[in-house]
């Protein structure tokens, strides 16, 4: 039998596996760091003091994390489906445009909280608007989804700079953005988190999104694992013809979920847009849509995991920036090595080590 095949607890899978292949990555990551001559266990002193050795650190840490966990919750319910949405990109950019212009509708009449869920359906709506077309394409024309999903980014990538330059821009302004929010079209920091544990945010933007991303997982465990639908979608993952065979549209299955997946790429856009910058502006979403794809691998697809993995990124960048600057011989090029070690020990070699660990294991139980 195939190691691959193998069950394994739990712990194993979810805990011994993933924690494994971190070790994996740092140590590779270390030598990286020895071999142009500094010392990697200041590096990784630095690197987590930066993220997490002040209130201000935690604050962006955190930040970059609200957005890894919309974009890594997107990709995970697409792979549940048997997906792989390789568009979030795309939708969380389409996503920020749904956000702008409820904000620019909304913010002179209304404050934030009355605001703050329209732009989360707006937000939504414009980031599955995104992914409709390539499910409409897989569902019912058998184009990949893969294929048209990362075509759209760039689609959606020009059109938004249309928007920007000749739509949204400020009358007599050069930078294509949009004018900034006021208070209304704002979602408001996160300071009294960062002060139960006697930290100051400073200047970090860490905003109320981060508390919606949090209930996005919750829902999503929800959906996957104690509803008709979820287990619809997870039957069609695992075995289409089984589903066929079960009288489970794949059409219908296809169409919900990418739908599903684009809006939650697409409520992205509420962290930067609404809570970091107050504007809509060019490139925002900043690859965070690409990096979901490893946080949701990391995570194993599992909403928990997702919030782990998301904050291991947010950790990378935030103290990847301090270490930078601390080690100024460790560019910021080096440390997305480091993000792609982690990446690809966690994503593409997720399985290198489970053949020695399941003939441990199975030693270890018939020993018993």
């Not at 990784?44 to 840490?61: C, D, K, M, P």
């Not at 970090?204 to 991303?213: R, V, Y």
């Amino acid at each position: 039998m195939s190691t691959a095949s193998v069950p394994l607890p739990a712990w194993i899978n979810y805990g011994v596996i993933p924690l494994l292949n971190l070790m994996l990555a740092l140590f590779f990551s270390g030598l990286v760091v020895w071999a142009i001559g500094e010392n990697p266990f200041e590096a990784l002193q630095l690197l987590l003091v930066g993220a997490l050795g002040r209130g201000e650190g935690i604050g962006f840490t955190l930040f970059y994390t609200t957005s890894f966990i919309f974009t890594g919750l997107s990709v995970a319910v697409a792979i549940h489906a048997g997906l792989f949405n390789i568009g979030s990109e795309g939708q969380a950019y389409l996503g920020g445009l749904g956000a702008a212009l409820v904000a620019l509708a909304l913010d002179h009449y209304v404050p934030w909280y009355v605001t703050m869920p329209f732009a989360v359906i707006g937000a939504a709506v414009f980031g599955a608007a995104c992914a409709a077309i390539p499910a409409w394409l897989q569902a019912y024309r058998g184009s990949h989804i893969v294929i048209t999903t990362i075509m759209f980014n760039f689609i959606v990538s020009s059109l938004m700079n249309y928007v920007l330059v000749r739509l949204l821009i400020v009358p007599g302004k050069m930078a294509p953005e949009t004018r900034t929010f006021l208070e209304g079209g704002q979602l408001p920091k996160l300071d009294w988190l960062i002060a139960l544990f006697g930290g100051r945010l400073g200047a970090a933007p860490l905003n109320f999104s981060f508390l919606i991303a949090l209930v996005m997982c919750f829902l999503v465990w929800v959906l996957i694992w104690r509803t008709k639908l979820g287990y619809e979608m997870r039957t069609l993952g695992i075995s289409p013809s089984a589903a066929s065979y079960a009288g489970i549209r794949y059409a219908k299955i296809v169409m919900i979920t990418m739908l599903i997946s684009g809006g939650l790429a697409g409520m992205m856009a509420l962290n930067p847009v609404m809570g970091a910058s107050a504007r809509l502006q060019i490139e925002f979403v900043g690859g965070a849509g690409f990096v979901g794809i490893a946080v949701s691998l990391m995570g194993r697809n599992h909403p928990a995991g997702i919030i782990l993995a998301a904050l291991l990124f947010g950790i990378l960048y935030q103290g990847g920036a301090e270490l930078s600057f601390d080690m100024p011989a460790i560019t910021r090029d080096m440390i997305v090595v480091i993000q792609g070690l982690v990446i690809l020990f966690a994503g593409a070699l997720e399985y290198m080590l489970r053949p020695a660990i399941v003939r441990l294991y199975q030693q270890v139980a018939g020993g018993k």
